[in-house]
């Protein structure tokens, strides 16, 4: 796994852009999996401008969802459908056929991670993938003590997940399920880039890259991913001990190809 560390959350978000766009440029039918949350909306907002500017053709892409909240429709703003629409499909005018994201209102989630992993199949896997964290370790809903042997499932939120979850939304919502890519299917993208900012993501990113692995701390499981990047701000890195990284660490920037 490489470590690159940027100044600050600007720095960070331009270059981890600059790689989607490298990344569609280089491969015109790339099957993108983008995270939601606070850490990437930057990042998407730059890769619309930069993909604007620069004319780069996004059609013929695929994009897979990360994950979803049971029992949110996708017309409340907190849903990662919505969170996706308003932020890159619309304005990068990505039709609904290049689309596949889970739907938190399904009354079968199982036919619904399994719509999902065919999907991911059918398509011949994800060539990039982009996640963040939560501050209790979990990447997508896969929560601390989630099993790495899994594709896609169904999710009994963590307690702060539910608490933390809450800003994504105008009211009070009840979050208690979740739909996820397990971690067979993000140790087997292609190419991963987990990313995270600001002092609130400091102790948990300490214990991801330099702990034990374990999958108490999901984020840490990615280490043993091949093609892995983890992409910090200082604040993110500030509880790191860059003279002791663990030996499947170095530093090193992304390649976009
Ligand atoms: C959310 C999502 C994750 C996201 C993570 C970090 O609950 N399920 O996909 O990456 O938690 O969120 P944020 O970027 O808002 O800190």
Not at 131 to 140: L, P
Request: hydrophobic share 40%; charged share 20%.
């Amino acid at each position: 796994m490489q470590l690159n560390i940027y100044k600050d959350y600007q720095s960070l978000s331009e270059s981890t852009a600059n790689t989607l766009i490298e990344t569609v440029i280089s491969n015109p039918t790339a099957v993108l999996c983008l995270a939601t949350g606070d850490t990437p909306k930057l990042t998407y907002e730059l890769l619309v401008n930069k993909a604007i500017e620069r004319k780069v053709d996004f059609s013929r892409c695929t994009f897979i969802g990360l994950d979803e909240w049971v029992g949110i429709p996708p017309r409340i703003e907190g849903s990662c459908r919505f969170f996706l629409q308003s932020r890159i499909f619309g304005p990068l005018n990505i039709q609904e056929s290049q689309v596949h994201l889970f739907d938190g209102m399904s009354h079968d989630p199982r036919d619904e991670c399994s719509r999902m992993d065919d999907a991911i199949v059918t398509k011949g896997g994800i060539d990039l993938m982009l996640v963040g964290v939560g501050v209790n370790g979990h990447i997508g809903f896969n929560e601390p003590g989630a099993g790495t042997d899994v594709y896609s499932h169904l999710v009994d939120l963590h307690g702060i997940t539910q608490s933390v979850g809450q800003k994504y939304f105008t009211g009070i919502v009840q979050i208690k399920q979740g739909l996820t890519l397990g971690f067979k299917t993000i140790l087997q993208s292609k190419k991963l880039i987990m990313i995270a900012n600001g002092l609130k993501k400091a102790a948990v990113m300490q214990k991801a890259l330099e702990e034990e692995i374990t999958t108490d701390v999901p984020a840490g499981l990615v280490r043993a991913h091949p093609f892995c990047w983890t992409v910090l701000d200082e604040e993110a890195a500030s509880l790191l001990n860059l003279q002791i990284l663990p030996e499947e660490i170095v530093m090193g920037h992304i390649k976009a190809t």
